[in-house]
């Protein structure tokens, strides 16, 4: 028969086998698994780690858990969700795992719809549709479309929306320009978090990133520009007169990214910070738009 383990020595052993594997924050990470398997808060983990022992099949569950954290999944498709703005997504292979730092355009996103009653919103590149659902949520009186190329992210976000009981606020769309919503257009606002990274770097990246999250939503074309190129060409197009373009960008892009933009004739455009003080995402008016 096997011996009992106690709680607190397997979160230690396997603690050891997530540093020794080069995850940052192991003990933080082996905490959310065991959290995550064994069904109970932090606290719990703490105040039982000497007394609790775990039964055969929790262990079986927490070591194959523990391995894909060591060979280096993210945490967030392990355990299937995360939190961003405060609501639950799924978050699984085939979408990019919600940023804290997005989070940050999605609050922007939702102070200037505050002084609308009624918007239409463009989501473009959606993802798991993070931004989408805590914008329907922030802001009653929005609709939005949300575009994205690829099918099963499609289907991810589908099921975010079901979770979020936002069916019929939020309508997803196929597509890899802004015209696979021009029946809808104009819109208040466009806002996206597009692929930013180029091409060449991909590889250079954390294991996290380069070998589990999915290369489309990574991939922004050898410069990592591709997609603000289309954007400044494109959203001018589909925005009201007194709209705005709100987009996410890569570190050390925005003299490039603002260049882009002024060139097209975007006007007002300023960038915003991140948590670490790195520019992050901007905002951009065009006045010279055909809609009112
Ligand atoms: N909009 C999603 C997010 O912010 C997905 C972004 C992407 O796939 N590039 O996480």
């Known amino acids: 028969m096997d011996t009992p383990v106690l709680l607190g020595e397997a979160l230690q052993f396997f603690t050891l086998a997530l540093e020794r594997a080069g995850v940052e924050n192991a003990r933080c990470n082996a905490e959310w698994i065991f959290c995550h398997v064994l069904r109970v808060t932090r606290a719990d983990l703490i105040l039982d780690r000497g007394f609790r022992h775990l039964s055969q099949k929790e262990r079986e569950k927490l070591e194959k858990l523990i391995s894909r954290r060591a060979m280096r999944e993210p945490l967030q498709y392990i355990l299937g969700e995360t939190s961003f703005c405060g609501y639950e997504i799924e978050t699984v292979p085939g979408v990019l795992v919600p940023r804290p730092e997005t989070e940050l355009l999605a609050e922007r996103a939702a102070d200037f719809l505050k002084k609308r009653k009624e918007a239409k919103i463009l989501d473009y590149c959606t993802g798991s549709a993070c931004i989408a659902v805590v914008l329907a949520k922030f802001c009653p009186g929005t609709n939005l479309y949300a575009i994205d190329i690829s099918e099963n992210a499609l289907e991810i976000a589908a099921r975010n929306l079901r979770r979020h009981s936002l069916c019929s606020r939020i309508h997803l769309i196929k597509g890899d320009s802004l015209r696979a919503a021009e029946w809808e257009a104009p819109f208040d606002l466009i806002i996206s978090n597009p ?33 603000y190129r289309q954007i400044a060409e494109q959203a001018p197009e589909f925005l009201k007169k007194d709209g705005v373009l709100m987009a996410e960008f890569g570190d050390g892009q925005w003299p490039e990214i603002k260049n882009i933009f002024e060139q097209k004739g975007w006007e007002e455009i300023i960038s915003q910070r991140d948590y670490c003080k790195k520019e992050r995402f901007f905002i951009a008016k065009y006045f010279k738009n055909l809609h009112s």
């Open 195 to 227: 692929p930013y990274i180029p091409t060449g770097e991909i590889e250079r990246l954390e294991p996290e990133v380069s070998r589990y999250e999915p290369r489309e939503a990574l991939d922004g074309g050898v410069d990592g520009l591709d997609f």
